[in-house]
């Protein structure tokens, strides 16, 4: 080989070298793909500016007015057919597409030509002071031949004669203080209870366990009435006396004859006579009924906090006065259950890059009659915000992940549509379902925001509301010119008033199979009446008022509370549907847990200590959680978002998060609720306890005459609760270590 082959050959290797070093040097890297970059950033803001302004007060009006035009209680043709087609036609034709899925299911109904009733029965068998068998017609809106008569489901038929005894709301408190303090035997009485502060059928449980043969349900107007009782409806938006509420009796959530199983064609389903249903026949009554018989009890008089704003002299019983004291209760119950179809519907618009991702949207549509507040105010919210999303579709946007919007069905009995439909999809919802998100009505009163939800989405509701305009003048003339400014002023936090209070879920709603069953973080928004009324719940509730009228007349004239929660519900889809990295605080979890802790050891410190036990085990693991949730958070914000595979890493974990609060095994003896530390009280439905299980078991403790076997209990609640935490913790630490310990071996 030539001398100038040679060098020429060396002056190109030297050449390429130095090449390869500038490149290194100056990080010269070929163009990223351009679906990496789109992909890697969060959706572009201006699709949240363009919901907000093409979510329509005045179309959510014209669906509440189509969704509440006729009774449409679950299982009626107008539910289950003329609703369920609108929904499903109008998803299709403006989504990516539309399902409907069926479920027969036992449902309960009263006797249209044979009304439950009460009355005051004489010992020579006369009747008198009969109640109500339909509510009275105060708007031309109401009167409509299909609306169902005043009943509580699930009810047993049967015709009851007994004394009356006052329960007063039938906590199991105040039927202690009826067995205990006062002596008294109720084996056989007929119970009177207010509605209000439990879910009503804890009320009938308790009133079973303590040998009542019956119960009476009524609307106190202390608990559904502000001031005088001249301005009740149609005047105002209070209960009128001739008012009653309907409302489920059952205790589980489902089917009752198909348990943990959905209700599809090849399903098995239990006899009627091995499931577990009320014992006792029930009926509700108008608090005008009501006063009869209160007014005309014998006793002593009932303890302050049990009077009501009824102008008589309360009561406890048992039995009437003179002249009436040879006379008794009769309660007359003729209702039925029967097997029904429902329908859920759902629609969905696919994500373009996480399509197996889900952001799922729910309210459910069944109502007892007209429902223009539960539920239709959040069917007609709901449906508006589908057509804005159309919209956005139509602009060129499309989610980074799914979203999935559902119509439920059959709620009001036992949040049965929602049940069946988690235990038929649970294994695809629990693996993908990033959130749940849930509108039960959207509109409760017109004072504040009013939100439930787990920890790790608090943040993200925040958020969202500080976006949302303020729908009241008057507020934004004071300065709070959002959503966000007046809840924080309404209904500040316990532990910070600087930011807004969010209550823990119960099983109040659709959200508690996505919770309990799956351990998808959940939440639940509405606006809600001024907390200044001692309330138990808005006045119309279940009634046959609650119709067109009375929101489009009274609670929401331009429909503009309808329209906030509608920009919020569509806000926090947006952020969990487009961000790249999911907006969940592990670290409120954490800090709401170290407050969970304090005031279990103000509640049972003592207690614990005395039995030489403490919660020194649960503390630790709360620091240890606390701990991987710092580090959880800061691998979040400091991630590479143009790796795919890191991102969808990051978000399992904090998607996961919540499962990881599951016990299969169940919380408080019931395998419907496995929550470790949010599920229902013991004794009351519709409220949520911090540490369930270990709330249960301190129960009235001391009253227990094993104390042995309940002592135990404790320590065992003490245990799961501080291995679940812990457990939850590792699944947050780097995914190159397992439980804390090395992946290298």
């Known amino acids: ?105 036992l449902l309960s109904y009263p006797n249209a030509s044979d009304p439950n009733y009460v009355s005051i029965l004489s010992d020579d068998g006369t009747e008198s002071d009969l109640s109500e068998k339909v509510e009275k017609i105060l708007s031309p809106d109401q009167n409509d031949p299909t609306v169902v008569n005043p009943f509580n489901a699930y009810s047993p038929s049967g015709v009851i004669v007994g004394d009356l005894v006052y329960v007063n709301y039938g906590t199991v408190e105040d039927f202690h203080y009826l067995t205990r303090n006062l002596s008294l035997n109720l084996t056989g009485t007929v119970a009177i209870a207010r509605y209000g502060k439990i879910f009503r059928g804890d009320k009938v449980k308790h009133g079973e366990i303590f040998g009542c043969a019956g119960m009476i349900l009524y609307s106190d107007p202390a608990d559904y009435v502000s001031g005088s009782l001249d301005r009740v409806f149609p005047v105002d938006w209070w209960l009128p006396g001739t008012g009653a509420q309907r409302g489920t009796l059952l205790q589980t959530n489902g089917d009752p004859r198909t348990p943990f199983y959905p209700s599809t064609s090849s399903a098995f389903y239990l006899d009627e006579r091995d499931i577990e249903l009320p014992k006792i026949p029930v009926t509700p009554i108008g608090y005008n009924d009501a006063a009869k018989y209160l007014s005309k009890m014998s006793g002593m008089e009932a303890p302050i906090q049990w009077q009501g704003t009824l102008n008589i002299t309360y009561r406890v019983g048992p039995g009437l006065a003179s002249p009436f004291e040879k006379s008794k209760i009769k309660l007359y119950v003729k209702s039925y259950n029967v097997q029904r179809s429902i329908k859920n519907v759902f629609g969905f618009i696919e994500g373009q890059y996480e399509p197996d991702r889900y952001v799922v949207l729910g309210n459910h549509r069944d109502a007892w009659v007209f429902g223009a507040i539960d539920p239709s105010s959040g069917t007609a919210t709901m449906m508006e915000l589908s057509r804005a999303m159309s919209q956005l579709l139509k602009e060129g946007w499309r989610p980074r992940r799914s979203i999935l919007f559902c119509s439920w069905g059959a709620e009001e009995y036992g949040l049965i549509g929602s049940t069946e439909g988690v235990e038929e999809m649970g294994k695809v919802l629990g693996s993908r379902t990033v959130a749940y998100l849930n509108v039960d009505l959207s509109l409760a009163g017109n004072s504040t925001l009013r939100a439930l939800a787990t920890p790790i989405l608090h943040k993200l509701l925040f958020a969202a509301a500080k976006k949302v305009e303020n729908p009241n003048p008057d507020e934004v003339r004071a300065g709070r010119k959002t959503v966000y400014d007046t809840w924080v002023k309404n209904l500040p936090s316990s532990y910070d008033p600087n930011i807004p209070r969010v209550g823990d879920l119960g099983s109040g709603s659709d959200y508690s199979p996505f919770l309990q069953l799956l351990g998808v973080s959940a939440a639940d928004v509405r606006y809600t009446y001024d907390q200044k009324y001692s309330l138990s719940s808005y006045p119309m509730y279940h009634s046959v008022y609650e119709t067109m009228d009375l929101v489009s007349r009274i609670m929401d004239q331009g429909f503009k509370y309808h329209q906030a929660v509608a920009r919020l519900w569509g806000e926090m889809a947006l952020r969990l549907a487009d961000d790249v990295v999911l907006n969940f605080d592990c670290v409120q979890y954490a800090e709401t847990l170290k407050r969970i802790v304090m005031e279990a050891q103000r509640t049972y410190g003592p207690m614990l200590q005395e039995h030489r036990m403490s919660l020194d085990p649960v503390r630790e693991a709360v620091e240890e959680f606390h701990q991987a949730a710092k580090s959880l958070q800061g691998r979040a914000e400091k991630i590479n978002r143009e790796n795919p595979l890191e991102v969808r890493k990051i978000n399992d974990q904090l998607m996961q998060l919540e499962r990881a609060f599951i016990d299969p095994l169940g919380i408080t003896g019931s395998i419907y609720h496995r929550h470790v530390i949010y599920a229902p009280n013991r004794h009351n439905l519709y409220t949520a306890s911090s540490f369930p299980g270990l709330a249960a078991a301190m129960f009235d403790i001391e009253n227990d005459p094993n104390q042995e076997r309940r002592w135990q209990q404790v320590e065992k609640e003490v245990s799961v609760i501080a291995f679940t935490i812990a457990s939850a913790a590792s699944t947050m630490q780097d995914t190159s270590s397992i439980g804390g310990v090395s992946g290298k071996y």
């Not at 490149?23 to 699709?47: C, N, V």
């Open 1 to 105: 080989m030539h001398c100038k082959q040679i060098l020429g050959i060396t002056a190109i290797g030297v050449a390429s070298l130095v090449i390869g070093i500038l490149i290194g040097h100056f990080e010269i890297t070929p163009a990223k793909p351009a679906w990496l970059q789109r992909m890697s950033k969060d959706g572009d803001p201006k699709y949240s500016h363009h919901l907000f302004k093409e979510i329509q007060a005045e179309e959510i009006r014209k669906n509440l007015q189509f969704f509440s035009s006729k009774p449409h209680i679950a299982g009626s043709t107008q539910d289950e057919e003329v609703l369920v087609s609108h929904i499903h036609k109008t998803w299709q034709a403006s989504l990516h597409g539309a399902k409907i899925y069926n479920y027969t299911v």
